[in-house]
Structure formats: C-alpha cells, structure tokens
C-alpha cells in the first residue's frame, strides 16, 4: 500500500494580495492605531499582521501600555502610537508592503520610503525602492539620492547615482540638492576623472556650496569647505583664473594659500612637481589649456 502524499499547492496570489489590500488602513477590524505626521493623520492596522511582517512592530507592539504598572502584562497596547515624524503617505507605503509586500512608489516619497524601509530593517522594502530610484533619476534628485545612499550603505546605489552625476555634471552643479550635500559625500564626488564639467566650474560651484553650507552650520566656510577643497583641481586652470581665483579668495578664504601656491608653483615649474599626480590629472570636462601639455605624463 503506498504511504501518503502531501504537496503545497498555490491558488492566486493576485486575488490574495487583492484582498489584504482591503485591509490596508481600514478600520474594520484593526486592533492597533497610529497618528502619523504633522498631520495627525489616524491610521489603522492590524497588530498580528505588523508583528509577522516586521520584528520592529513586534517590538514596539509588545510593549506594556504606557502608565501600566505590569510591563509583563499579556494585554497588548492598542495606541495611539504617535509617529510625529513621517510624512503619512510615507507611513502608508510602509503600511501596504507589510501588507501586500509591494509598494505604490512616487518620486516625491521614495527616497522617504527607503528611510522608512532602513529604520524599520525591511530589507526587500528597501531593494524596492533603490530599484525605483534608480529607474527614475533626474538631475534635481540626484544628489539627495546619493547622499541617502552614502548615509545608508547602498553602495549599487551610490555607484549609479555617481554615474549619472557624470553624465551630466554641468546640469547637477546648478540644483539645489548640490548645494545641500555633505562635504564627504561632495568630496566623493569631486574625487571622479569623469566629471563633465571644467574645473573652474567646479570651483565656483564649490565656493556657492560653502557659502550656502556656512549659513546652514554657522560655521566659517574655510572650515566646512576643507574636505572637498583638497579635491579641486587647481593646476588645470590658466594664470589669468587663478589670479581672479586669488581675488575672490581673498573675500571668504575659501582655499587654502598653500593649494593655490601649489598650482602657481606647477606653472613656473612647467610640471606638477610636488602637486598630488590626481590634482593634475584632467576630467572628462576639463576645457584643454596650453599649460597643460606641460603636466606630468603620469598625470594626465
């Protein structure tokens, strides 16, 4: 007589997922509630389903109630939990993966989302909406999308926005998300041969993120420009820019006497000696000069 079989059989996962969808912030039924945002806006779940999908709901779920003098107590807290500072169309996107594990992603919220994602340890949340921004990158997000991966070690992601960056280096230089990057995320990425920009751009754009970094920390921009100066590469440009470089330097002191010597000194030397063979070396962007032919061999 044969034994018995068994086998796992699927039915439709679209009518599933359809379904729990259903239960996405409905409160029928919920058990559990947040007030998310600025907003205050109430959402709605279900606590069995947020403590299977996510150990950092089991966790904030299975804590006493606030006031409760038993923190054994098998009666689980029913909120409101208070999430003050998530955007509720982040919260939500959260919410449905939880649920349907797929997400309804915009690029106004996804880089949010991937936050969200990181903090609450959702890992396939998290490959989501890397994908997503990798898909739909522009130059205005490009470096909010870089900064978020430095910050968050996606390092696919931060590979990709780089790229992108030098593709079109002359457009990103001039948005905001320039302005705003940190300076070791901003020295990364003047640390690239790729950059398709001239250097006498760059340097421009460096002393607007300065002035702009500065007012930000309250710091001198001498101070908060130190990291990514020490990527500018000063011995490409010609005599007559340097001297106006000198002349605007000597309003915010931007750039240390001792870099600008240096290049002076490449130039009366007709060779990089004694400059870091990568200063010399030009970019992508680089606009030829005549001086240059006179740079280390090894540099160029």
């Not at 898909?135 to 390092?155: F, H, I, M, N, R």
Request: charged share 20%.
């Amino acid at each position: 007589m044969a034994g018995p079989c068994s086998a796992r059989l699927q039915g439709d996962v679209a009518a599933f997922t359809a379904a729990l969808r259903t239960l996405v912030n409905n409160p029928q039924f919920s058990d559990v509630m947040f007030v998310v945002g600025r907003e205050q806006q109430q959402v709605f779940a279900h606590r069995c389903v947020l403590a299977c999908r996510c150990q950092a709901f089991r966790g904030m779920l299975g804590q006493a109630p606030v006031g409760s003098q038993d923190s054994s107590s098998s009666v689980p807290p029913q909120g409101p939990f208070i999430l003050g500072n998530v955007q509720p169309e982040v919260f939500l996107a959260v919410i449905e993966f939880l649920y349907t594990n797929s997400v309804t992603l915009n690029s106004h919220i996804a880089l949010e989302v991937l936050t969200s994602s990181v903090e609450y340890g959702l890992q396939d949340l998290c490959k989501l909406c890397v994908k997503f921004i990798k898909d739909t990158l522009s130059v205005e997000q490009v470096c909010e999308a870089l900064q978020a991966a430095v910050t968050y070690g996606q390092a696919d992601l931060q590979q990709h926005c780089l790229a992108f960056i030098e593709g079109c280096t002359a457009a990103v230089v001039q948005t905001q998300g320039f302005r705003e990057l940190s300076d070791v995320v901003l020295a990364r990425v003047l640390s690239s041969d790729h950059l398709a920009v001239d250097e006498l751009d760059l340097v421009q754009a460096v002393r607007e993120w300065a002035h702009v970094s500065s007012a930000v920390l309250e710091r001198p921009v001498p101070e908060v420009a130190a990291l990514p100066v020490k990527e500018l590469r000063l011995p490409l440009l010609a005599p007559s820019e340097l001297v106006t470089l000198e002349s605007y330097n000597q309003q915010d002191l931007l750039i240390p006497v001792e870099n600008i010597a240096a290049a002076w000194r490449a130039h009366a030397l007709r060779k990089g000696s004694g400059v870091p063979s990568r200063l010399c070396r030009p970019r992508r962007g680089t606009r030829p000069r005549d001086h240059h032919r006179h740079l280390e061999p090894q540099a160029k």
